[in-house]
């Protein structure tokens, strides 16, 4: 029962990352939807390349891993400078960030990928908190709210505070069931993070149909 869970999730998460791909390259480039959204089929494309090397090459998964993380830690820390006005948290989340990633080339030029569920996606998550947090405070902050229905950064930010929220709870119980060498149902309860993901791409694809020019 837990790996058919695992199962359903993958596929799930193949096909809209397929749907993702496609409707950011029919919406993205179009003249209402503001520069930052430009830049989402890059990460599209990087997402459907990890999967499809995830489920046809299952040998290269840490490798794959560990480079998909870091791409997609890179992309989403771009995308939440560009949409939040405080230098101090963007400096803050670039050294972060180029800390997490010294500790993957270390780990790379030992020639270490060990597949390890847990701690460097937690940071990443960490990461990835603090700017979505401070675009909302400063959402609120502001003397004028925007129509924030259509916002694209807010969508956009909404998906990514959602899915790396529950990520860190998931990764948590999947590795104390790892650790247990209950593989099967640590397996299932990070299948979770799935599940959230389809949410969060669904929430980007909502980001994309927006039609306000500027960003708020």
């Known amino acids: 029962m837990a790996s058919l869970i695992a199962s359903i999730s993958n596929i799930l998460q193949d096909i809209f990352s397929v749907v993702l791909l496609?409707?950011?390259?029919?919406?993205?480039?179009?003249?209402?939807?503001?520069?930052?959204?430009?830049?989402?089929p890059i990460y599209s494309i990087g997402n459907v390349l990890a999967n499809?090397?995830?489920?046809?090459?299952?040998?290269?998964?840490?490798?794959?891993?560990?480079?998909?993380?870091?791409?997609?830690l890179v992309y989403f820390v771009y995308f939440l400078t560009r949409v939040i006005k405080s230098g101090t948290v963007k400096k803050l989340v670039w050294v972060l960030t180029g800390l997490f990633l010294s500790n993957d080339i270390y780990h790379v030029a030992k020639k270490d990928f060990k597949e390890n569920l847990g701690?460097?996606?937690?940071?990443?998550?960490?990461?990835?908190?603090?700017?979505?947090?401070?675009?909302?405070?400063?959402?609120?902050?502001?003397?004028?709210?925007?129509?924030?229905?259509?916002?694209?950064?807010?969508?956009?930010?909404?998906?990514?505070?959602?899915?790396?929220?529950?990520?860190?709870?998931t990764l948590f119980i999947s590795s104390y069931f790892q650790y247990k060498k209950m593989d099967d149902v640590a397996e299932a309860f990070y299948s979770v993070n799935?599940?959230?993901?389809?949410?969060?791409?669904?929430?980007?694809?909502?980001a994309m149909r927006c039609r306000r020019k500027e960003p708020f």
């Open 52 to 72: 499809f090397f995830n489920r046809f090459y299952p040998d290269t998964r840490p490798v794959v891993n560990i480079i998909f993380t870091a791409f997609e």
């Open 194 to 206: 799935n599940y959230s993901q389809l949410i969060s791409y669904i929430l980007f694809i909502k």
């Open 119 to 169: 701690l460097p996606e937690v940071y990443e998550c960490i990461i990835l908190i603090i700017p979505c947090m401070v675009y909302f405070r400063e959402i609120l902050l502001k003397p004028k709210i925007a129509e924030l229905r259509k916002e694209p950064s807010f969508w956009m930010v909404t998906g990514i505070l959602f899915y790396f929220f529950l990520l860190i709870p």
């Open 22 to 40: 496609l409707f950011s390259l029919f919406y993205c480039f179009r003249k209402y939807n503001p520069v930052y959204m430009r830049s989402l």
